[in-house]
């Protein structure tokens, strides 16, 4: 294995232990789970972040993300995660069902089957979610 299958084989243990943090991230592997995604919003904010893998920004903004992440939240909002490298038709198919142009890093918050928030790279960071779940 060359050094680039060394870096991304690093880069994937890296992903999986960045994931690791208060957040209980669901996988969004599949367009059924759109409608279960919908469906949870009627009850809890319900969060999607579109991440690419390979994409130093977007590592950057979800390891600041999980870090900010209040754990006081944690039971509060379903957070969804998009890897786009392996799953770019759901990630196409969470644009048209939340009318939403593609970017990435991006963070959608879903209630009540609506997006009621829309952010992509840094602007994800900014995000105040104890005011937003209030």
Not at 57 to 66: A, L, R
Not at 108 to 130: C, F, M, P, R, W
Request: proline share 2%; glycine share 4%; aromatic share 8%.
């Amino acid at each position: 294995m060359g050094i680039f299958g060394n870096l991304f084989k690093k880069s994937e243990k890296q992903n999986k232990k960045r994931m690791q943090s208060n957040i209980n991230w669901i996988p969004l592997t599949s367009v059924a789970q759109i409608e279960e995604v919908k469906k949870a919003s009627k009850s809890k904010l319900v969060g999607i972040f579109k991440h690419s893998t390979r994409c130093i920004i977007s590592k950057t903004v979800i390891n600041n993300f999980n870090a900010a992440f209040p754990e006081s939240l944690a039971d509060k909002i379903d957070m969804y995660y998009i890897d786009l490298l392996n799953y770019r038709e759901v990630s196409n198919e969470v644009g048209y069902a939340f009318q939403v142009m593609h970017q990435s890093p991006q963070l959608l918050l879903i209630k009540d089957g609506v997006t009621i928030l829309n952010a992509s790279h840094y602007d994800i960071t900014q995000i105040d979610l104890e005011k937003i779940v209030k």
